[in-house]
Each structure stands twice: as C-alpha cells, then as structure tokens.
C-alpha cells in the first residue's frame, strides 16, 4: 500500500486510471486471482477401453469465483468497472505492468477476456443468465471471426459443434422447454431408443459440453479465460438464487472466472431463506410431535448455520472472499488527501475539519476526531459525497458567496441521511427551511414518541450506530445553519429542549405519562414564545398536588408575588434570623455615621447595602418589630412593592425575571428566574430580525420590555384553566395606583430615561454578526448542562440569613451561566482550560474572572483585533459569549462588589468583573450606561439612590427555607372582589395574595 493516496473527487466515475484507484491493495489482490493462468484442460472425450468418458469423474471441476464484499454504497459497481476496464486495456496493450512485478506467476499473466458485466435483478424471469452468458461468449467468437480470422474456418466449425452440442442439453435449464425433461412422447419406446435417450443423455451431460463450449472459444480467441462480473445478487432474493444455483451447478469451468459482488451478510441471509424452504412445515411439525428425547427439532437451526455455510464456501472460497474497506482502513495507514481536477491536493484531515467546522460547527479536537470517523467509515459513495459537497466551500469566499454552494452541502447531508431519518421515523422535509418558531415542538415531539431524549436531544454523533449518527448530523447541521439565520433559536434550544432534557438524564421525569403531561403544560408543540414556555414550566414544577411547593430551582425562585406581606414572621427569619429590630432602629435613629455603621455590621452582608442607602435617605423606621405596618418596603419587599417602588423601563426590567404562578386553590405566588431573561432576549432577537425601520424597532423593542415586565400568571397543572394577562383586574383595583405600577410624573432624575435602556439594546442587538456564528447543538447543551449543574450548587450553598438572598441568587446564576457559555465556547474551539477556569463559580467569582483573563476581554470591539488577511473562524464560538457577556440587562443585576456579596474584604473579584463587563459592554453599544436605579416611598414619597437592583432585590425575601416555614401562613384563597375607586393615599389596603 502506498504512504500517500490522492484521490480526485471530479473523477471518481470518470474514465479508469490505475493511478486513481483508492483501493489499490484489494485491487491487486482481485489482479492476481484474476490472472493466475488455468490449468490445461483435462482430455474430456478420450475413453477408456470400454468405459465412455462421460462417467468419468470432472478432474478440474472447480469454482474460480470471486467475491467482492462490501456494504451498500461502498463502491462495489465502481470496483467491478475498473476491474474490467483493466482486463480490457490489457487485451489491447494499453495497461501498465507495475501490478504484476511482485506476483509470483510461473509462466506469466495469463490472457484474460472480459464479458462485461450481468446484473440480475435487470433479468427477465424468462431470461437464465447460463444462456446469457453462453450467447456472450458467442458475440465474442462471431466478433473475432468477422474481424480478422477469415482463416480460422475450421476452428470456428469445431466451436460451432461445440454449440450445437451445448444446445441439446439447454432443455435442463429453468425457464428452457417444458417443466418436464420427460414428455408425453417417452409412452412410445421408438422415441425413447431413436431420440428420447439421446436428449436425455445431452441434458445429463450439459455440463462437460459447457465445459468443451468455453474451451473452444478461449481457444478460438487465443485468451486464457473469460471473466463475467455479477452484480447486485444479493439485492433481489427471487433473482439472486438462481444465480447462485448456477454457478454451482454449471459454472465450475477454470476457464471463466467470476466476480460476484455484493455484502456478505445479504448473501448469508439469501442462502439462510432457501435452507428453511427445504424444511417443510410439515417436517417441522412432525418433529414436534415427536417425544422431546427423540425429536430433531432442536437441531434443525444449527444444522441450518451449518448449510448455509457450506453452500457459499462451495461457490466460493474464503481465500477468494475480498472485502472493500471504507476509508477509515486507509487512513489509518496512509496519508489521504483530496483534489479536483487540477486544483492542488487537500489532506484528508483538514477537509474533515472544515466540514465538522463549517457544517456542524465542531472545532474541539474530540468532536472533529468524532465526525472524521464516522465520514470515513461511512460506504464509500456516501464518504465521497460529503467531502465533494464541502469542496466549494473550503477557499475564502464569504459565506454570501457560498450560500448556494453551503445549501448544497446541507442537502447532500440530508440525502445521505436520509435513510437513518426514515428508519428514525422523522420526516427529512421538516429540515428544509426549518421554522424557528416551530421545529423545537417538532423535535420535542418525535424524540418523544420515539424516545430520543437521552440520546438525540443533544444532537451529536456519538459514533456507535451509523444510521442514528447520519440523523443526528443531519439535524445538527440544520440548526447550526438556522443558529446562524435565526439567533433566537440558540436561546430557544436552551430552553425548550436543554431544559426538558436534563430534568430527564437527572431522573426527574421517569415515565413517558409525565413527559407527556409536562409537554402538555408547557405547550411546547405551540409557536409559543421561550419567556412564556420557561414561565410554564416554573408553574409545573412548582405544583405540589393543589398547592405550590416553595422553593429554588432553575426554573424559578419562590417569591412572594405581594402587593404586601401577611405575615412578616416568616419574611423577617427568611431575611434576617434572629435580628433585634428594636436595638437596629435606636442606632439609626442616633444619625450619625458611627451609629449607623454599627447598626449596618449587624445586618447580613447583603442587606447592607440596601440599608445604607434607606438611612442615608432618611427613610422612616418605624417597623418595631411585629405586625405588619412599616415592614414593607423598608425591611422586605414583594414583587408588587419592588415594581411599584421602582419607575420607568428600570421597573419593566426589575421584573422581566418575575412571574406568577396560580395554585390549585387559584391562590397566586411569585417566581423569580434568570431562564425569563434568557427568554426574553430571545424575544429582542425575533424582533430585531427583519426590514423594520430604526424607529419602528425602538417602539416595538419598548412595547415589548413593558409587556414581558408586567407579571402574568400561569397556571399549575392543577391551578386555574386559564392565564391572564398582567395582574388580576379586581386584585389590582384595591392596590394603590403607585403600587400597581401605574406610571405617575416623575422627577428628571427619577430612574433612567425612557430610552437609554432601549437605545442600549438595539446597539447590543446590532452588534451581532450572526453570519459568523458557528455554534453547535452539542456546545449549547454542554453549556446548558454545565451551568445547570453550578445552579444546584449555587442554591444548596446558600446560607440562611448569610448568602440566602434573591440578589446573590441572580447574581451568581447569571455569573454561573456566563461562566459557562465562556468555557464551553471556548473549549469548543479546541482550547484547553485549567483547574481555576474549569471550576464552577459557586461560592466564589474567580473561576469566571480567570476565564475572563484567558480571553483577555478588554474594552475593544469583538472583532477590532482580527487581521484583515485571517480567514480563520476560531472565534466564533467565543464571539457569541462576548456578545451576550456585554448584554445591556445584565448589568441591573450584577453585584458591583464581592464585600456586597459575602462580607469578604479580600480581593474584589466582583468589582473587576464589572469593570470588564462595563467596558466589553461599552465596546459592544457605543453607549455607556450608569445603571442607577431610584426606589420611592409610596406613603411618604422619599426617594433613595441604588447602583442597580442588587440590593433591593435582596430585600425580596425567598420563600421555601425550612428555617422560616414555620413561621409562614398558607397561601390565601383569591376570590373576587368588588372594584373600588383607587385610594391613591395608600390606605385600605387590602391582601389578596
């Protein structure tokens, strides 16, 4: 085998040349048995005293075929061509020597004559490929005569005899004569002795006239054998038996040599199925009356293993058995490289990498070692496809002046596929075009119904089955494409697939019933936005019979939805433990700045800072303690309160996050989740693709954070038939108007502006190059995955009364969740990470700021340092994290200092990580925002400064502790009440949470 092996995708069924032949080895093993001259022929008619030569026993009767195994696809008819077109320009002094300098030939190559090739399943039934093959070999003599042997008459009058001879034994053939050898006319003896013995006795010797017919026209044609290639007879079983059946009986002849094509396990099965027809039903029956002691039935399987393969070891031979490797065989002893035409060669390694890139958008040495293995052991035809396809796209051009050329890799990535999609049992046309808005709830449902989850959801080869491993390449490739056409289905993927798929591989949904109910509840098959599928989803999990089940999860925190607090007893253990509100308030109450530190180091760190600013701002702390009055908004807020204390789009943003969730017992109940978030910057994404005019964006990009601000509630899958929109109607018409939102002239200074937030999105929005995204669906799941994991974690390491606060919640889920996204990203492209960074950030921001450093995030845009002349794509994963890491939200959300986080005076991991964040944003939108945030007084109409929601956000208690549950009064029934006129002095305010 040669070190080097080119092969020429342009040429692959263009015209023979040894040099192009990929499989060369096989090849020259096929030449050697092809060429080996017969033995002479044994003197068939010489008698022996009186014994007549036809009952002697055929000395040469052997079978010389050769079989050329290989799976469907793999270039058997290919081989077979080039075979034969070899035979040919040998015969006519045109192929080269270089095959036979090794081979250990006593009297030389022998003269070998090619009859073309036979296909039986293009066979008449009527037609037998015996007398096909005996009219081949008759064109062939006829030919040479006409052509130049004028003087070879007597020759050919001995060839002819031959041929008659044959013919009188044709009648034996199925498909020749009657059915019987015998007719009607052996009643008469006359017949019998004059005609009737002597057809007889042709049939009977058909075999050695075949024989005798061969001979003579090898001799007439000065060849030393005949070769007759046999195609597809393994495709069709009622074609392919008496095939096989011929050559057993007939064509034992040395002098013609067969190439018979096809997979071996076809032809195992082919001859299996004639075996068990020889075993009658009734002779299996019998046996099976028979006593168990004395019956064969038990043995009549193995004893079919056992003529099964003796019947093809008959016709042929093991050493005469030559399997085609895939590519996979060479490449793992030769260096293989691709060209068409005349352009220059491309190794083999680097087409398989640009396809795992640009296809499938894999670049991590693993994953594209993955996908060059499963390419190269696909069949050959199919190997060869894919790479051809990808050709066009391995030069610079841009991806616009490849569109076409990248359609017709996807489609011939499909068309390969094809098959594996079928026996998956999903329509290969839902990939055409996919519809964002609908191909999730497609996948969601197929993976149902066939139980792919686990295994598919991720769609990523895993290399063990080669049909499942097309179909999941063939999705895979279609949502990178529809990555990069639609951003929002990479979010929509996280959240209506990851999501459901890791509750599965976690063993939280372990019968098909509840993955149905929970498809249903979260109405997946729907064109449903991701913000309301996540907020679904937050209500099903919280269900608990008729009652919520109060808690942390990833899908949404328990929070109470307000507009006030009941109880306060269990919202002041949630937040403060066991705190002496009375000794905090004389200290304030004192003014000045000692009193007040005191009073603030006895808070938990996180609550500090939202004290600070309500004292600086002369807030009243009138809250002894007990009751209700003065608890909120000063020492603890609901949903309601924190929107109705907030203004402008900063409340909209505050409570992007929030949601309601609707009991059994209609008794509402707030949750919190940084999946909304995500769900709603899917939501910008679908608004921002598009011809909309910049005006026309900024006014629906602000209808839209208004509306995802307004918490709607949604139902358990026990709780209430319907949701609504907004707040409950007759609930809001006793809550006063700046408690339930209602926007009231406001100072110039009074939150931010109402377009800076909006103005800062559409920026980020347009930073975006989606045409460079290269992301995978097996990236977003490791992402999804990971950052699902470090969420666990994060909740069971918060502390009661210490780092149990919604603030820290958001702010170490969005960490965790960047963290993730930077390191699978960046993984992805084939980097390796380190201890530091390959930590989750749980209890500590330093692993996201080491990967921060790793990237050497600074304040330049994505792309600004990228040479004009580097047409690589290794950052494109990466690019995708800078641009959602400079997300304009974010930085509401985010704790400016670790002190603000845990108390901790060491190093301010926190504070560095929103000086990057501050500058990558500030590169991303050109804008530079300041993030302050005023909260309002609804009684008194004081106002205080925060940097962000950090800290008010803390001050919203979360619900589930068991430390607290005691203390908790249950959810209160929500009935109907009469609409009042609204109090806007804040008095008479009723609860109805």
Not at 505 to 525: F, P, Q, V
Not at 654 to 666: D, H, L, N, V
Not at 853 to 882: M, P, T
Not at 911 to 923: H, K, N, T, V, W
Request: aromatic share 8%.
């Amino acid at each position: 085998m040669p070190d080097k092996i080119t092969i020429d995708l342009a040429s692959m069924y263009g015209e023979f040349k040894l040099d192009k032949i990929v499989r060369r080895d096989a090849f020259k093993r096929v030449i050697e048995k092809l060429y080996r001259r017969p033995e002479d022929d044994e003197p068939l008619e010489r008698n022996s005293g009186y014994r007549p030569s036809s009952l002697n026993v055929m000395k040469s009767r052997r079978h010389e075929t050769v079989m050329i195994s290989a799976r469907r696809g793999d270039g058997k008819t290919t081989f077979l061509t080039d075979i034969l077109r070899f035979i040919e320009k040998r015969q006519a002094g045109e192929a080269p020597n270089e095959l036979f300098e090794n081979m250990e030939m006593e009297r030389g190559p022998a003269s070998l004559y090619s009859l073309g090739v036979v296909d039986p399943t293009l066979i008449e039934t009527k037609q037998n490929i015996v007398v096909m093959i005996i009219e081949k070999i008759k064109a062939a003599v006829d030919q040479a005569k006409r052509a130049d042997r004028p003087a070879a008459e007597d020759h050919y009058r001995v060839f002819k005899q031959r041929l008659r001879e044959l013919a009188a034994g044709l009648t034996l053939l199925d498909g020749i004569g009657d059915e019987s050898l015998h007719g009607k006319e052996w009643v008469d003896p006359d017949y019998v002795l004059d005609k009737g013995l002597d057809r007889a006795s042709a049939a009977a010797a058909f075999e050695r006239s075949f024989y005798r017919y061969v001979s003579e026209a090898c001799r007439f044609l000065t060849v030393d054998a005949f070769v007759l290639a046999v195609d597809d007879v393994d495709t069709s079983f009622e074609r392919g038996w008496p095939v096989l059946e011929a050559i057993r009986k007939y064509l034992a002849t040395p002098r013609l040599k067969l190439l018979l094509a096809g997979d071996m396990k076809l032809y195992n099965l082919l001859v299996r199925q004639q075996q068990w027809k020889q075993m009658t039903s009734d002779f299996i029956n019998a046996e099976r009356q028979v006593p168990r002691n004395q019956s064969y039935s038990d043995q009549i399987a193995p004893m079919i293993d056992v003529l099964q393969d003796q019947y093809l070891v008959k016709i042929v031979r093991p050493e005469n058995r030559i399997d085609l490797q895939p590519l996979t065989y060479y490449a793992e002893r030769a260096s293989i490289s691709f060209t068409i035409g005349n352009t220059k060669a491309v190794t083999e390694r680097m087409v398989s990498r640009r396809y795992a890139k640009l296809l499938l958008g894999l670049g991590a040495p693993e994953d594209v070692a993955t996908i060059q293995s499963i390419m190269l052991r696909l069949p050959m035809r199919s190997s060869l496809q894919l790479y051809s396809s990808v050709w066009p796209l391995l030069s610079n051009g841009s991806r616009d002046d490849q569109s076409q050329q990248y359609e017709i890799a996807l489609d011939t990535l499909r068309h390969v596929a094809s098959t594996g999609l079928m026996v998956l049992d999903f329509d290969e046309n839902e990939l055409r075009n996919p519809d964002p808005d609908r191909i999730f709830g497609v996948f969601a449902g197929w993976m149902t119904k066939k139980d792919l989850w686990r295994p598919m959801a991720r769609f990523y080869p895993e290399g063990l089955e080669e049909s499942s491993d097309l179909a999941a390449m063939s999705v895979g490739a279609t949502l990178v494409d529809l990555f990069r056409r639609q951003p929002r289905a990479i979010i929509d993927y996280w959240l209506k697939v990851c999501t459901i798929r890791e509750k599965i591989a976690r063993g939280d949904i372990t019968s098909s019933e509840r993955l149905k109910e929970l498809l249903d509840h979260l109405n997946i098959r729907s064109k449903e936005e991701a913000l309301q599928t996540v907020s679904r989803l937050a209500a099903w999990e919280a269900a608990e019979g008729q009652q919520i089940a109060r808690g942390i999860r990833i899908s949404g925190a328990a929070v109470p939805a307000g507009p006030r607090i009941r109880e306060t007893g269990a919202a002041s253990s949630e937040l403060y433990g066991d705190f002496d509100f009375e000794s905090f308030r004389r200290e304030l109450g004192a003014k000045s700045e000692n009193s007040i530190n005191r009073a603030l180091q006895k808070l938990p760190a996180p609550l500090r800072g939202f004290h600070l600013r309500l004292a600086r701002s002369s807030w009243d702390y009138s809250y002894s303690g007990k009751g209700e009055a003065g608890f909120v908004p000063v020492f603890g807020n609901t949903l309601e309160s924190l929107r109705a204390g907030l203004g402008g789009q900063v409340a909209s943003i505050a409570m992007i996050p929030a949601s309601r969730i609707t009991s059994g017992q209609q008794s509402d109940n707030g949750s919190y989740s940084l999946l909304r978030m995500l769900g709603f910057i899917s939501g910008t994404l679908g608004l921002s693709r598009g011809s909309l005019t910049a005006r026309a964006l900024h006014r629906r990009l602000d209808q839209f954070l208004v509306t995802s601000g307004m918490p709607r509630s949604y139902p358990t899958p026990g709780g209430a038939a319907t949701s609504t929109a907004g707040s409950n109607i007759d609930e809001d018409s006793e809550i006063p108007a700046n408690l339930a939102g209602e926007r009231e002239e406001l100072g110039a200074d009074y939150g931010t502006s109402n377009d800076e937030a909006v103005n800062a999105l559409i920026k980020w929005l347009d930073a975006l190059n989606a045409k460079t995204l290269s992301l995978a669906p097996i990236t977003l799941a490791r992402v999804w995955t990971r950052f699902s994991y470090a969420f666990d974690s994060i909740r069971d390491e918060l502390r009661h009364a210490k780092t149990r606060y919604l603030g820290v919640l958001m702010h170490r889920s969005i960490i965790a969740f960047l963290h993730a996204l930077a390191v699978e990203t960046y993984r992805a492209e084939g980097n390796t990470i380190g201890p530091k960074v390959a930590d989750n950030p749980v209890r500590s921001n330093e692993p996201f700021l080491a990967m921060l450093q790793e990237l050497d995030i600074r304040e330049v845009d994505a792309n600004a340092n990228k040479d004009e002349d580097d047409d690589s794509d290794d950052d494109e994963e990466v690019g995708f994290f800078r641009w959602i890491f400079a997300c304009p939200l974010w930085g509401y959300f985010l704790a400016r200092h670790e002190e603000d986080l845990t108390g901790s005076k060491g190093r301010d991991v926190a504070g560095e990580i929103f000086d990057l964040y501050r500058q990558q944003s500030r590169a991303s939108t050109g804008l530079e925002l300041d993030y302050s945030v005023t909260f309002r007084q609804p009684n008194d109409g004081r106002t205080a400064q925060f940097d962000g929601l950090f800290f008010l956000l803390n001050s919203v208690y979360l619900q589930g502790h068991k430390a607290a549950r005691t203390a908790e009064p249950k959810p209160a029934i929500r009935r109907p009440v009469v609409r009042s006129g609204l109090n806007r002095s804040g008095g008479g305010n009723a609860d109805k949470s």
